[in-house]
């Protein structure tokens, strides 16, 4: 793959959100802005989403120039801008000329002016206007050569229930259905006679009338989904309109469920998203697999490189607890992301505002504004790190794992009144796998079912509930090919309305698994079953499991039993199991098992496939991924322990390019090597 891929640059980005606006009255403040991007190694701001009252005061009355001042200032010292869009946070005068741009919630109440992202995304009117400025921005500033990207928006989110939106999600019911008929079918409305005669009758949910039928709220979100990429292609349109041709992106917030994020591959050029772990509130390690699984996903959008749009200096002031990042942990974050596949490391905010609702969010420059403070030597850290490892930028990875993580899914999962209202450990699941596998130094692609499988070797299966997108035959496919697939209990359940599968379970794949589900029983807070080996299984597993949560209970037609359960009423039925199929396996795991299951389980399906791991020996709590060229492949190492950890680096070919080990990696520290 070519490198270079994002925006032409040959180094990594460094930089985030700038508010110049807020200080338009300062010039010195300004001046100084500069002087400290510069010393902190920021090649990069990101300017213009929460500009638009002061780019369009008046309907129709545009001034642009203060903002091409400063892109041009900023360029002629070095420093691109991302452009963003307005459209997050409208001006006063629009909302009360044209109320209809206003959004309406669930409960079909309009709101008044205030916050941000909260526009009705269907209003004619709003789409005009946001059109208007999106012209007018690309056309002042959209071949400037200060320019690197377009930021769409900022964080696109929630729905809105007005009749606008009403009437376009009719509109597009009737386009997937055809007939209403067919909706009833699908939607299996004659439970509890909800039949509907007409499209006319059918209403976004709402906790003040339909709720419950299950195929609505999947519609109605798969539906706000499409508005929202349709809105996005639209600013998107308006901005190549305008003559700008640079990549367009949108600043997406990592596993947030209210979009499937998916479905804006055919909008953005580049990924981006905005990453705010608690570093603190957990041991640091499991933060950083977690953060992991989070970057993952986010490169695995385009596969490849995404830039982390945000990201706090210090501390965030929007989470329970304002945390401060103990020393050390910015830069191993930082570095984390580009471990993973980021381009950039990109902050919120550059300088703190100074009233507002944002003004204690950690910021490079504080109230303070000297350079003498913590965060911003960190930050300088940061910048320096960075500037040595331009030849990493636009550099790819190639994982022969996936997980998938399907955002569809995930709303069936959580609205189907299924075994467990008390919980269901999806995102759990996913990550214990995630986790297991990670410790090998494995690079993971998080996919979803849209997404083509043939290019993995093993593929990890937590929780698929719903099926879709023809996953049943590509997990068949994948199989029989050679592919070793592991699927978890409360798998391939019900259909993409929702429907649950009729002939036994997992839907269409009873075969490839060797076995059938006859039940699953849900397990009270506190209540824990356990895994035992079966003797002489082919995997040598030896050690005892609990589990908890969720227990399934199968019939086992071909599989091989490698862990039985230990107690209650389906004592000695499967728990892990294992079918040849083709020439690839199909593993079935029965319950929510603990992590040491999955890092021990994991590890031996590894092996038994002779997957080569880039280090033979991993400690704990140290994150190993690789990044490749055409010429080079870099291998990145972080210790994310506050201790120094054992590490023996391959013996031959290979060149440290960042950090120091002598044997040893220090606490959050990291290195890098060349091959
Ligand atoms: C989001 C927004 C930013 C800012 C930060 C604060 O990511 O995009 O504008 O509000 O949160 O953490
Ligand atoms: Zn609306």
């Known amino acids: 793959m070519n490198k270079k891929i994002i925006m032409s640059q040959e180094r990594l980005l460094h930089g985030g959100d700038y508010n110049p606006e807020q200080w338009l009255d300062s010039p010195d403040i300004l001046k100084r802005d500069l002087e400290l991007f510069l010393k902190a190694g920021i090649n990069t701001v990101t300017m213009g989403m929460f500009s638009w009252a002061l780019l369009e005061p008046e309907e129709g009355r545009y001034q642009i120039d203060w903002l091409t001042e400063i892109v041009d200032q900023l360029y002629q010292k070095g420093i691109y801008t991302i452009l963003g869009t307005p459209s997050g946070a409208r001006p006063q005068w629009l909302a009360k000329r044209y109320p209809e741009v206003l959004r309406v919630d669930e409960k079909r109440q309009r709101n008044l002016f205030g916050g941000r992202q909260n526009h009705c995304y269907t209003s004619p009117v709003y789409r005009q206007k946001v059109r208007k400025i999106n012209v007018i921005l690309a056309k002042e500033l959209g071949s400037h050569p200060g320019v690197l990207l377009i930021h769409l928006s900022n964080e696109y989110g929630g729905d809105c229930h007005c009749p606008l939106c009403q009437e376009k999600f009719r509109g597009w019911l009737k386009e997937r259905y055809d007939t209403i008929e067919e909706l009833n079918r699908r939607w299996s409305t004659t439970f509890w006679g909800h039949t509907y005669q007409s499209f006319e009758q059918i209403e976004s949910p709402s906790s003040k009338g339909e709720l419950l039928l299950h195929a609505l709220n999947l519609d109605w979100k798969r539906f706000v989904t499409a508005q929202t990429v349709d809105f996005a292609a639209q600013e998107k349109k308006a901005i190549r309109d305008g003559g700008c041709q640079k990549p367009v992106t949108t600043n997406f917030m990592g596993d947030y469920d209210g979009l499937n994020y998916r479905k804006f591959k055919g909008v953005i050029d580049v ?315 199909a593993y079935y795991i029965c319950a929510d098992m603990e992590q040491q299951f999955y890092n021990d389980f994991l590890e031996a399906v590894q092996k038994n496939d002779k997957i080569e791991k880039p280090l033979p020996d991993i400690p704990d709590g140290v994150e190993v991924t690789t990044r490749e060229s055409e010429e080079a492949t870099y291998v990145l190492i972080q210790n994310f322990n506050a201790d120094s950890v054992n590490l023996k680096l391959p013996d031959h070919g290979c060149e440290v390019i960042y950090g120091e080990t002598e044997g040893s990696l220090k606490g959050l520290s990291s290195v890098i090597i060349k091959i």
């Not at 570093?279 to 996903?297: G, I, S, Y």
């Not at 960075?386 to 609205?415: C, H």
């Not at 019939?555 to 862990?563: G, T």
Request: aromatic share 10%.
């Open 271 to 585: 990924a981006s998203w905005d990453s705010y772990p608690e570093w603190h509130r957990k041991p640091v390690p499991q933060t950083a697999a977690e953060t992991a699984f989070q970057h993952d996903f986010m490169r695995s959008l385009l596969k490849k490189p995404f830039l982390l749009m945000e990201s706090s200096p210090s501390s965030t002031n929007w989470q329970e607890v304002s945390k401060l990042r103990k020393p050390g942990i910015l830069h191993a974050a930082s570095l984390q992301a580009v471990a993973h596949g980021s381009d950039s490391v990109l902050y919120f905010q550059l300088r703190q505002s100074r009233g507002a609702s944002e003004k204690f969010h950690g910021a490079v420059i504080d109230h303070y504004g000297g350079e003498d403070t913590r965060v911003f030597q960190e930050v300088c850290q940061v910048g320096e790190t960075l500037g040595r490892l331009s030849e990493l930028a636009g550099t790819v990875q190639k994982p022969k794992v996936a997980l998938i993580w399907d955002t569809e899914n995930r709303w069936a999962l959580f609205d189907s009144q299924g075994p467990r209202n008390a919980g269901i450990p999806y995102k759990e699941t996913a990550e214990k796998m995630y986790a297991g596998m990670r410790r090998l130094g494995l690079d993971m692609d998080i996919i979803d079912m849209e997404d083509d499988l043939e290019n993995y070797r093993i593929v990890l299966i937590p929780m698929l509930y719903l099926f879709r997108g023809g996953i049943g035959d590509k997990i068949r496919e994948f199989v029989k090919n050679g592919g070793t697939a592991v699927m978890t209990f409360w798998s391939g359940v019900a259909d993409d309305t929702d429907r649950c599968f009729l002939g036994g379970v997992p839907g269409k794949l009873t075969d490839v698994f060797g076995l059938r589900r006859t039940e699953i029983d849900g397990l009270y807070e506190g209540e824990e079953n356990a895994a035992l080996p079966v003797k002489d299984n082919f995997l040598s597993l030896e050690r005892r499991y609990t589990c908890r949560n969720l227990c399934e209970l199968v019939n086992v037609s071909d599989a091989r039993v490698l862990m039985t359960y230990e107690k209650d009423f389906y004592k000695d039925l499967p728990v892990v199991t294992c079918n040849q199929y083709g020439k690839g396996k």
